[in-house]
């Protein structure tokens, strides 16, 4: 899994990179569909996850890297409320 840890005092947090699969996405974040519909990308293709990173997604779809990377804290930001929920 292309999710990236990183230590936090006493507990341990998961990561949403540029090199996360849209699968991964998906699975962690089902929000994420809708947030990408928003700026007018499918994540999801007869109800499948599309193939590729969120990068290659993003860029191919002619956002720029300063975007890819607001994008990238939008999603840590939706991910960081859920685990804020579960606790």
Request: charged share 25%; glycine share 6%.
């Amino acid at each position: 899994m292309v999710l990236q840890s990183f230590t936090q005092p006493k507990r341990k947090k998961q990561m949403i990179t540029k090199g996360t699969t849209i699968e991964e996405l998906v699975s962690v974040i089902p929000e994420s569909v809708n947030y990408f519909m928003e700026k007018g990308i499918r994540l999801l293709i007869c109800g499948e996850p599309i193939w590729g990173t969120i990068e290659e997604v993003i860029l191919s779809k002619g956002f720029s890297n300063d975007q890819l990377d607001i994008i990238l804290e939008d999603l840590n930001n939706i991910l960081f409320q859920k685990e804020i929920k579960v606790q």
